[in-house]
């Protein structure tokens, strides 16, 4: 079942829906902003994403609101803070991941300005030729992570179904992400 479908028979559902409908899919141009759903989707491997935005408040708690500079500045003590961090996914291998990828970043905006003019430099790409991209540039960047990345900010087609509504507000030139996503509030 793909994930429009998903949300199309659970309407109520008070986290994809949101998700899915306002985020899932649109551009994404700030790096923080990039690095918050690179950040992310690394930590979805071997989980469900409703356990990801469950936690994603807690997540950019932990990781300074996903300041790439404050990041790439972590040294053990935060290590050792994220691993106590029960608001988050403690993995040592992924908590090492972000802190060197958000250093990774910081020489990518010193070559080509931003993350975004980054992505932009190296599109078009296939879907392998993004991965081989990926997994030379940062760490822990699989294909199925390097793929849900890019389509769930807009580089890769195929994040909604062909009559999916939010398809159409996608191809719209005034498209644009609602702020990142937040906790449901209690009734909505």
């Known amino acids: 079942m793909s994930y429009c479908t ?7 559902d008070p986290w994809n829906v949101p998700y899915h409908d306002n985020h899932y899919g649109f551009s994404i141009e700030s790096d923080d902003g990039l690095f918050e759903r690179l950040v992310l989707e690394i930590n979805q491997a071997g989980l469900s994403w409703l356990t990801i ?3 994603a408040e807690g997540f950019r708690r932990a990781y300074s609101n996903f300041s790439i500079d404050a ?15 029960a608001g988050i996914i403690r993995n040592r291998l992924k908590i090492a991941a972000a802190i060197d ?13 931003s993350f975004h003019q980054w992505l932009e430099a190296h599109h078009p790409l296939t879907r392998d030729e993004w991965t081989k991209l990926f997994k030379k ?5 699989g294909g199925e992570i390097v793929n849900e990345f890019l389509m769930s900010v807009g580089w890769l087609p195929g994040a909604h179904d ?6 159409e507000r996608l191809k719209s030139p005034r498209h644009r992400e609602l702020p990142r996503f937040q906790k449901p509030i209690a009734g909505q």
């Open 6 to 12: 998903y949300c199309r028979e659970n309407p109520d």
């Open 53 to 55: 935005l469950k936690k």
């Open 71 to 85: 990041v790439a500045a972590y040294e053990q003590a935060d290590v050792d803070r994220l691993l106590g961090d």
């Open 101 to 113: 990828n958000a250093r990774r970043l910081q020489e990518i905006r010193r070559s080509h300005g």
């Open 137 to 141: 540039t940062f760490r822990f960047t």
């Open 162 to 167: 062909e009559d999916c509504p939010v398809l």
